[in-house]
């Protein structure tokens, strides 16, 4: 089982799909909605990707490796298509802290903007029965949310980002960058990495051409294979849509280095000075323990906890000194390093990591 694109997950499959697929179908109205607002990303020899049109003057958002070639510069003769219209763009703007893209097309697309909805796909409905829908070159297919707070360890940046785990029938076509739509029309996450589940399909993958971006099998029966996915949450694709569209993009930080505790928690290895950690009173050898009454399991969960904290919050934040627990409240700033989304190059990343189960 292997990530499909730059992105490592604390995960675990979940089993194999009923026969009768994922779920009742979603709405006519809602597939014409998300194919007005899905772009399919094309280069000289088909799709590269999908993205999602996010501003009126033609911008799209998509990942990384669909924006940037394997020498990690900005791919050239890009174009997108959004329902029958194809039009030529280019690479504008990266943030390397998420891996997003953003395109803009030479002809702003007459089709409707999807504005990032925070916390869709993690709030609300019971999540292992909240069902999405996303649009491939194929056509609409119907997603099932089935984990949210996934940690995630981005390869690019080494940063913790915030996933939820998904699951979609789909065939062997391109998943990368795909926007993931809740039921009102609104944008719960971009797909980041996909998983083969089963032996037919890692069969599938192993004999194409192009195994990097496909998974899957389109030649059985009945309902295709699920495949397991995992999605960046909507509000840090939010965060980075604002950050894009007005050319100023920010991440949160609070100033501590720390790793995974024993049996459970993060432990502060580093707390930098005047950070709002270091005000908060907070202290090497400190075992992070909850974060907003959220438990934490390891550093990976707290790493994705905190990046997706809205900036001008208050955690709250409980933590295990020696034999003492204490309750701090600690602010959420903007990280002060200099935002990069001005440039135009992406790290290349030199290996495909596995699982770990």
């Known amino acids: 089982m ?6 490592s997950a604390i995960s675990s499959l979940v089993s194999a799909m009923p026969q009768d697929g994922i779920a009742a179908p979603l709405s006519d109205a809602l597939a014409l909605d998300a194919s007005k607002k899905t772009a399919v990303v094309l280069g000289p020899d088909g799709p590269l990707g999908l993205g999602v049109v996010i501003g009126q003057k033609g911008e799209v958002l998509t990942i990384g490796p669909v924006a940037f070639g394997e020498d990690g510069l900005p791919r050239t003769s890009l174009k997108v298509r959004i329902g029958d219209n194809t039009t030529s763009a280019t690479v504008s703007a990266f943030d390397p802290m998420t891996d997003l893209a953003l395109l803009r097309a030479q002809q702003a697309p007459s089709s409707e903007v999807s504005e990032a909805n925070r916390g869709v796909a993690r709030v609300g409905t019971t999540i292992l029965s909240d069902v999405h829908l996303c649009v491939l070159p194929s056509g609409p297919v119907r997603v099932q949310v089935v984990r949210r707070d996934v940690g995630g360890v981005l390869e690019l940046s080494q940063r913790y980002i915030p996933l939820f785990e998904v699951r979609l029938e789909r065939g062997d076509e391109v998943l990368g960058g795909a926007p993931i739509f809740a039921p009102d029309g609104s944008l719960a996450g971009i797909l980041m990495a996909s998983l083969a589940s089963g032996e037919k399909a890692e069969a599938e993958i192993k004999r194409s051409p192009g ?4 998974a899957g099998s389109a030649a059985l029966q009945g309902p295709l294979p699920a495949v397991t996915t995992f999605a960046l949450s909507g509000t840090v694709v939010n965060r980075v849509i604002q ?29 930098v000075e005047s950070s709002p950690a ?8 400190d075992v992070i323990l909850t974060v907003n ?5 390891d550093g990976v969960a707290l790493g994705a906890l905190l990046f997706d904290l809205p900036i001008g919050s208050t955690a709250d934040v409980t933590v295990k000194r020696g034999s003492l627990v204490l309750a701090v ?9 200099a935002s990069q989304i001005g440039q135009l190059i992406r790290k290349p ?6 699982i770990r189960l």
């Open 2 to 7: 292997t990530w499909l694109s730059a992105v």
């Open 349 to 354: 990343v030199v290996s495909v990591q596995r």
């Open 293 to 297: 009454g959220k438990a934490i399991a």
């Open 278 to 285: 270091a005000a908060a009173g907070l202290r090497v050898n």
């Open 329 to 337: 409240k600690c602010s959420v700033v903007a990280d002060p390093r």
């Open 211 to 214: 195994a990097a971006g496909f």
């Open 243 to 271: 950050g894009f569209l007005s050319g100023s993009l920010r991440h949160p930080w609070i100033g501590i280095y720390f790793a995974s505790a024993t049996p459970r928690g993060a432990k502060i290895l580093r707390v």
